[in-house]
């Protein structure tokens, strides 16, 4: 395990001598960014010994929450610095209107992709990433999804060239292949990321945001799938209880295959998760087909594992009762005024489907 107090430390004297605005960029791509301190350790949870990660996972989160809030004030110090130094040397013309205010928010979906990796990040699971732009064998052929099937049509899939070799992903699965291929077993990981499809309607949009997973170790079951399923569901909805069920399906890269529904009731015209007499379907999952692992170059007699996947765009609709998926991509500054989070007071209480 890092030694975490060391590195909150270190990370403290470099935000300590930040001086000016650009050294605070700097200093914050260094810490959060794609490369930096927080972020490869994150990555490296899924290293870790399995008595490790959780406890591992719940100081990181307290280490980064720390670090924002720190840098927080330093920004809002030299905001204040810069008004106080206009205030001595300008002078201020009463007779102007005042002006308009507006303070950035976050995203719902950067919110939910934050909230989701969270939580699997407790259970050991690490963060992987793929390029948008991928070849027909990571989307298609090594998934398991034959030259035939539906999926690989032009008007299901956006093709960059006329030979169909390069197109935008049709799903964050890609990132499963490259990370068995690159690596060795056990694997334990999320890929979160956009994803593109030819569709758009009221839940459907042609970019849209999703997040795979993947657990492949010796004597993996269906069992444990289940587990991790109800954790997530449990933890995300913040409910104690909720009500699962697997209905048997199919999916070229998983067998068995299965979508997910969870238990809800109308309740003051609102949505309620955990109990009723509903059923809301929220994510499909299935245990790794043995082609995928032959595919990836991992035995099928030796190991074997479970992937799902879970639509963000979906999830941010369903626990902030947002009705129209189109609208996470229109820009309309009023709509993220509204369903946006600010960044030092994010609320986690569950809004209903009557905002």
Same mark, same amino acid.
């Given at each position: 395990?890092?030694?975490l107090?060391?590195?909150?430390s270190d990370?403290l004297?470099k935000?300590? !001598?930040?001086s000016d605005?650009?050294?605070?960029? @700097?200093i914050?791509?260094?810490?959060?960014?794609? =490369?930096?301190?927080?972020t490869?350790l994150?990555?490296?949870?899924?290293?870790?010994?399995?008595? &490790?990660?959780?406890e591992?996972a719940?100081?990181l989160?307290?280490l980064k929450?720390?670090v924002?809030?720190?840098?927080?004030? @330093?920004?809002e *110090?030299?905001?204040?610095?810069?008004?106080?130094? @206009? +205030? @001595?040397?300008e002078?201020?013309?009463?007779?102007? /209107?005042?002006?308009?205010?507006?303070?950035?928010?976050? $995203?719902?979906?950067?919110?939910?992709?934050?909230?989701?990796t *969270?939580?699997?990040s407790?259970?050991?699971?690490s963060?992987?990433?793929? /390029?948008?732009?991928?070849n027909?064998?990571?989307?298609?052929s090594?998934?398991n999804? /034959? &030259?035939n $099937?539906p999926?690989r049509?032009m008007?299901d %899939?956006?093709? +960059?060239?006329?030979?169909?070799?390069?197109?935008?992903? %049709? $799903?964050t699965?890609?990132?499963q292949?490259r990370t068995?291929i690159?690596?060795k077993?056990?694997?334990?990981i999320? #890929?979160?990321?956009? %994803?593109?499809?030819?569709? *758009?309607?009221?839940?459907?949009s042609?970019?849209?945001?999703?997040?795979e997973?993947l657990?492949?170790? =010796?004597?993996?079951?269906?069992g444990?799938l289940?587990?991790?399923?109800?954790?997530?569901v449990?933890?995300?909805? &913040?409910?104690?209880?909720?009500?699962?069920?697997?209905?048997p *399906? $199919?999916?070229?890269?998983t067998?068995p295959?299965? &979508?997910?529904?969870i238990?809800y009731?109308?309740?003051?015209?609102?949505i309620?998760?955990?109990?009723?007499d509903?059923?809301?379907e929220?994510?499909?999952c299935?245990?790794?087909?043995?082609?995928v692992?032959? !595919? #990836?170059?991992?035995?099928?007699?030796?190991?074997?594992g479970?992937a799902?996947?879970v639509?963000?765009d979906r999830?941010?609709?369903?626990?902030?009762g947002? !009705?129209?998926l189109?609208?996470?991509?229109?820009?309309?500054?009023?709509? +993220?005024e509204?369903y946006g989070?600010?960044?030092?007071?994010? /609320? %986690?209480?569950?809004?209903?489907?009557?905002?």
């Open positions: 395990m890092e030694n107090e060391r590195i909150q990370i004297d935000i300590k !001598n930040v605005r650009n050294s605070y960029e @700097k914050k791509t260094e810490i959060f960014g794609k =490369k930096g301190i927080i490869e994150f990555k490296k949870i899924g290293t870790l010994e399995q008595n &490790e990660r959780k591992y719940s100081k989160n307290f929450t720390k924002n809030e720190i840098l927080e004030k @330093k920004i *110090s030299f905001d204040q610095s810069e008004i106080n130094k @206009k +205030l @001595k040397n002078k201020i013309d009463i007779t102007l /209107p005042g002006r308009s205010y507006f303070s950035g928010k976050i $995203h719902p979906v950067s919110q939910v992709i934050d909230e989701v *969270s939580i699997f407790e259970i050991g699971f963060v992987e990433e793929g /390029p948008d732009i991928e027909e064998y990571y989307n298609f090594a998934l999804t /034959p &030259e $099937h999926a049509d008007h %899939t956006f093709y +960059l060239d006329h030979s169909k070799d390069l197109l935008l992903r %049709t $799903h699965s890609p990132v292949i068995m690159k690596s077993p056990p694997f334990k999320i #890929a979160p990321g956009r %994803t593109y499809r030819h569709d *758009s309607d009221q839940t459907h042609p970019m849209f945001h999703q997040l997973g657990h492949i170790d =010796k004597n993996i079951n269906m444990h289940k587990g991790c399923l109800y954790y997530f449990k933890k995300f909805f &913040e409910v104690e209880k909720v009500k699962i069920r697997f209905r *399906s $199919h999916f070229p890269f067998e295959s299965a &979508e997910v529904d238990g009731k109308i309740e003051d015209g609102k309620k998760i955990g109990d009723g509903k059923w809301l929220i994510l499909g299935g245990m790794v087909h043995p082609n692992l032959k !595919n #990836a170059k991992v035995n099928p007699q030796k190991y074997q479970y799902f996947g639509g963000i999830l941010a609709m369903l626990k902030y947002i !009705n129209d189109r609208a996470f991509f229109e820009s309309d500054i009023r709509w +993220l509204f989070f600010d960044p030092l007071d994010v /609320p %986690t209480n569950y809004r209903g489907l009557s905002r």
